[in-house]
């Protein structure tokens, strides 16, 4: 497995792009996650594949709207390609504090289109798995 992006949580857009000392311009992609109720930005660093994604909650009942009135502007998840989440999660079920967070499919053009992902909670850390499933 490869690293295949890392996931900030931020209250808003503003405050991670200040953080990091980013520009808006640098966003290569941005979609609304109606389902985990979640906008996410897409950051290419030039010379780079590597991908930063940045999750802003849109509601109180955002999967991250706790996560980041606690902490305005954080490292949230590591993100790992797969070529099988079920293979990928099947590992931690044995592993005492690792558990599944949930399960998604989305379509990101920036990361080659529609894709599976699975976060896994691994001791104190989240990581999750994108396994892409246009092929």
Do not use: C, W
């Amino acid at each position: 497995m490869n690293l295949h992006h890392i996931g900030i949580v931020s209250q808003d857009l503003e405050t991670a792009l200040k953080t990091f000392q980013l520009d808006e311009s640098q966003i290569i992609e941005s979609i609304i996650d109606e389902e985990q109720h979640n906008e996410l930005f897409f950051i290419k660093f030039l010379d780079s594949k590597f991908i930063l994604e940045i999750v802003v909650p849109i509601d109180s009942t955002s999967t991250v709207a706790t996560f980041a009135s606690r902490q305005k502007v954080n490292l949230h998840h590591l993100a790992f390609a797969t070529n099988s989440i079920t293979y990928a999660t099947s590992k931690h079920k044995e592993i005492n504090g690792h558990f599944e967070l949930g399960k998604y499919q989305i379509n990101v053009e920036a990361f080659g289109g529609k894709v599976a992902t699975s976060f896994i909670y691994a001791n104190g850390t989240i990581i999750e798995y994108v396994e892409n499933v246009n092929r």
